[in-house]
């Protein structure tokens, strides 16, 4: 209502009156706070609201369609959601599977958003297809179907032409479906897909610097991962246990017993006679 509050210099149609005789769709629906869902509630029982600043009741008949990502029964148990707001909106519930739950739509939905932006742009990126699809099936998509979307959009806007490779996905992609490909043994012989991507510079590169980078990379993974256990670690990088030792002494990751003092101490006992930091 004009004049209700400063700036408000013009009447403006609320969402409710807009939709009178008609349906209104309220998205996540589980983010809204406490006073609004008391205010939600009333109008979805009276079917009457006032507006602000107007002391005039405006009644309307409007059909809710609610949606959210949150489990609202949980919500209602941990007092985050009124239960009477509930009940009124959970008369004929649908509930959508998550992409994860339907990945067989993944290769539809991708490809429909790959010419969708590609029309947008005038650029020409082709679908992914092959280990890039098999990657996108692999991942859990926890932002749903608008990640996916969002990630298409990036690939078109970034790529502008030619098929979709390893080096633009996301490494959070590319890594569920390589580690799912070694927890199913099909991950042990080496092939294009097990090294990250990268364009060489015009100006070269120190091929040396990169090569040891790559490698201290993977020794800190399988230290990680063993809970730093050098001889299970050394068996998942296939290496001898003393090479193993001496690339971590060369890095200063382990100290020497004799330069340690009387009063050092030993780690575990596959420590040896080296003691990690």
């Known amino acids: 209502v004009k004049g209700a509050f400063t700036g408000a210099?013009?009447?403006?149609i609320g969402r409710f009156e807009a939709a009178n005789n008609g349906t209104l769709f309220l998205d996540e629906v589980g983010e809204l706070p406490l006073a609004l869902q008391v205010k939600l509630l009333r109008v979805l029982q009276t079917k009457q609201f006032e507006a602000v600043g107007s002391s005039s009741t405006t009644s309307v008949d409007v059909r809710i369609i609610a949606a959210t990502n949150r489990d609202l029964e949980a919500a209602v148990q941990k007092k985050e959601f009124r239960d009477d707001l509930f009940y009124r909106l959970n008369v004929?519930?649908?509930r959508v599977p998550s992409l994860r739950e339907r990945k067989s739509d993944i290769p539809l939905l991708a490809n429909h958003f790959i010419d969708q932006f590609n029309a947008a742009t005038?650029?020409?990126v082709t679908a992914p297809t092959g280990e890039i699809m098999e990657s996108l099936m692999a991942y859990d998509w926890p932002g749903n179907i608008r990640e996916l979307e969002n990630l298409m959009e990036r690939i078109v806007i970034l790529k502008g032409q030619g098929t979709?490779?390893?080096?633009?996905?996301?490494h959070r992609i590319f890594q569920t479906y390589t580690e799912?490909?070694?927890s199913t043994g099909?991950?042990?012989t080496t092939s294009e897909w097990d090294f990250?991507?990268?364009?060489?510079?015009?100006n070269g590169v120190d091929l040396k610097t990169i090569v040891a980078?790559?490698?201290?990379h993977l020794i800190d993974q399988a230290l990680a991962r063993t809970g730093n256990n050098k001889n299970r670690a050394s068996e998942l990088l296939q290496m001898n246990r003393t090479t193993l030792v001496e690339k971590l002494r060369k890095r200063g990751m382990i100290t020497p017993a004799a330069k340690r003092g009387i009063n050092g101490e030993l780690g575990s006992s596959d420590a040896g006679m080296d003691q990690m930091y």
């Open 92 to 94: 004929i519930p649908v």
């Open 9 to 12: 210099t013009n009447n403006r």
């Open 213 to 216: 980078a790559f490698e201290n």
């Open 164 to 170: 979709v490779d390893i080096g633009d996905l996301p």
């Open 180 to 182: 799912g490909r070694s």
């Open 196 to 202: 990250p991507r990268m364009v060489l510079p015009n």
């Open 186 to 188: 099909t991950g042990a």
């Open 122 to 124: 005038g650029h020409t």
